[in-house]
């Protein structure tokens, strides 16, 4: 017996794989067909899907609160109801309250993800059968396998969360990739606008540098950090350097004021 299950949402969609790997270790004549078409797209229902439904005795819809008005859920809910004899369609409710659907799956029974409800389900789907289990024994397989079932419906929102957070740092790490690129590309830019050394205008008085303070020099700033002497003016007390710095780019200095450490 096929098993049709729609989805709609990263939440829809876990669910309905879940119970996609639950329902034939409960009933084994079951053959679950999940849609692997990404309704949140738009995209029309394919005839793979219309095959599907053919073939399909029985329609579960997951349903979870972002995804009640999702157009292909009720979409998909109509095309159920048409397609399949008898209408067997079941809402299947996550953290979902039966009065809060509404459209065409208000017409169907619906199931909470609850132990006694999720039984009901099962129940039903076994009397579809031709050779339907013995009451007894599907009891029995059912409690065996619920604890499976139950653990990983827990875990949906849980799974949800951290890969929301994966996707988060991946977006925090693209914008920090972004600053970066923005960065350089302005300090290549302030390069260009900045003088080379020798269009700087010479001053009225020769300049005689000081033999300490060489073009080219590597220096550490207290404030401003790493840094390359640019140029070099003037002598003794009167000697200035201008620092292109890794941070704030070309810093004027005094050099007796400006506690500049050279790097060896």
Known sequence: MKVFLSWSGERSKLIAEILRGWLPLVIQAVKPWLSASDIDKGTRWSSDIATQLEETSFGI??????NLDAPWIQFEAGALSKTIDGAFVCPYLFEVDPADIKGPLVQFQTTRATKE???????????????????????????MWWPDFEEKLTAVNHIVKERTQIKRSDRELL????????????????????????????????????????????????????????????????????????????KKLLVRFANLEIQQ
């Open 61 to 66: 819809i997951c349903l979870t609160p972002e």
């Open 175 to 250: 914008e920090e990739i972004l600053d970066t690129l923005r960065s350089q590309t302005r300090d290549k830019e302030l390069s260009r606008q900045l003088p080379l050394f020798d269009e700087f205008e010479s001053e009225t008085v020769a300049i005689d540098h000081n033999p300490d303070w060489q073009i080219g020099m590597k220096v550490i700033h207290p404030k401003f950090g790493s840094g390359v002497v640019r140029k070099v003016e003037g002598n003794g007390r009167d000697t200035k350097v201008i620092v292109w710095f890794d941070t704030v780019g070309p």
């Open 117 to 143: 409800d999720t039984k009901n389900l099962v129940n039903t789907i076994n009397s579809l059968l031709q050779e339907c289990i013995p009451e007894i024994q599907l009891n029995k397989v059912f409690e």
